[in-house]
């Protein structure tokens, strides 16, 4: 009985069941399926890109994307955006490949896409360097004069060039629109170039083109943003034949995790870290030396701009050794109060002393570092990382005072690689790279940039 009763609702449900069959099919023949928000999707077959868009097929067409494998429960494909020189990049994901990828290219051109947002809540565009490889820098300033990639234009571009696989970026969108000809305004768009000078050179890259709106935007004024408990940080271009790049300012930043209270730093290996011997650094010039009525040079400004001073290897010069050492008292009142600044202090009041103030012409207070003058190193090129204590607020000048710049060949100067380390618990966690315009200085392999190690710890511990 039961049997028969199964037999006859079979019967009944059968023929709805093949008109949905064929409302399916037609479906999927005639495209009008919606098939989401056009969400990342994995590519299936022969596709050099490791990400796609979801999309209906029809669509996929229209904006010449490339059809590998199903999505949305084979309702869509997911659309692949391969593109190269002279593209505009209109959709979420897409990459921008070398000339003829993946085999080596030799061209000597500037290589363009513009990217145009697919939205205005589109506010950052991140870049994957899946693979990059163009030319070195010059080995002796640092400077990108002939490959380079630069993403946007004027003053908020940023360069890039050497061996950077691996890395990533954010870069924020202009807010602009524009209009052409009869046509609604649009967005502005943003110019991503590679420039290559010289035939002689192999060059590979493949780079990943992510639009994000602001809910999925980096925080600002990070153009790196890392997340997980453990990580490495690597300044630009680092590799062993290779050198930190010249006119780099930006923030490396860690998202914390839950249960996470502070992050300790440690480089990667015992060479990983070299910023520059300070033997090398030009002389500081002493605004207290300079006549009141001298003109200050373009130069000059950037030479006091960009040195600071912080911890590092000893200063290689006969002066510092035989400098006196002035008494305690005299050191700490020194260290507070310069003495080009007292002629300041009675014009302005002074409120709390830091030692982040990036000093230059203009500015009141001006970084010093701990300890006597003469018996700190002088940091043209640096690296910054947050002291716990960022105001002076202990009697003497001993051990324990934050340094928060970083430069020279060692990363903890006197302390045993094995127990080399830099804890701190300001939030948000944040390495500062501060690199300066291209100058001659010595041995490349003195210059070869940073390499860090980091590991979130534990609330409590």
Known sequence: MLSRILELYSDLTSPMNELRRGLFQLGKVLNFFP??????????????????????????????????????????????????????????????????????????????????????????????????????????????????????????????????????????????????????????????????????????????????PLAQAAPHDCLQNYEGVNGTIKTFNYAVNGRHLASHRYRACIRQEPGFCAIRYWPCDAGSFRIGPPADVPALMDPAAMPPTQETTPSAVQTQEDMVEGSGDEPQSATSSSTPTAPLATRIWRFMWPSWMWGQRRARTLTRWSPYVQHG?????????????????????????????????????????CEPHRCGGSFCPGVPPAHCRVDSSVRPFAVSVRFGPPVRKGSADDNIGACLRYAQLPCGS
């Not at 955006?81 to 085999?103: D, H, K, L, R, W």
């Not at 960022?390 to 005072?401: I, N």
Request: proline share 5%.
């Open 361 to 401: 012409v203009g500015d009141v207070l001006r970084y010093y570092g701990y300890g006597d003058y003469a018996g700190r190193p002088r940091c043209y090129d640096r690296i910054t990382i947050p002291c716990d204590d960022e105001y002076l607020l202990m009697p003497s000048l001993s051990a324990g005072v």
């Open 35 to 212: 098939v989401g928000d056009e969400r990342e999707c994995r590519p299936e077959g022969n596709t050099l890109a490791k990400a796609g868009i979801c999309l209906n097929p029809y669509d996929c067409r229209q904006r010449d994307g490339k059809a590998s494998g199903d999505c949305a429960h084979g309702l869509g494909v997911c659309c692949v955006f391969e593109v190269t020189c002279g593209a505009t990049v209109q959709n979420n994901i897409s990459y921008f490949m070398s000339p003829g990828f993946p085999e080596l290219w030799h061209g000597e051109r500037d290589c363009d896409v513009l990217v145009e947002k697919t939205h205005a809540g589109v506010t950052q565009l991140r870049i994957d360097f899946v693979h990059f490889t163009i030319g070195q820098p010059n080995r002796t300033t640092g400077e990108c004069d002939e490959d380079a990639m630069t993403v946007g234009e004027g003053a908020n571009n940023f360069t890039v060039c050497g061996l950077n696989h691996g890395q990533h970026m954010f870069y924020d969108l202009p807010t602009g629109s524009q209009r052409r000809d009869d046509e609604l305004p649009s967005g502005l768009p943003t110019r991503l170039r590679v420039r290559t000078r010289g035939g002689d050179t192999a060059r590979l890259w493949m780079l990943r083109l992510t639009q994000l």
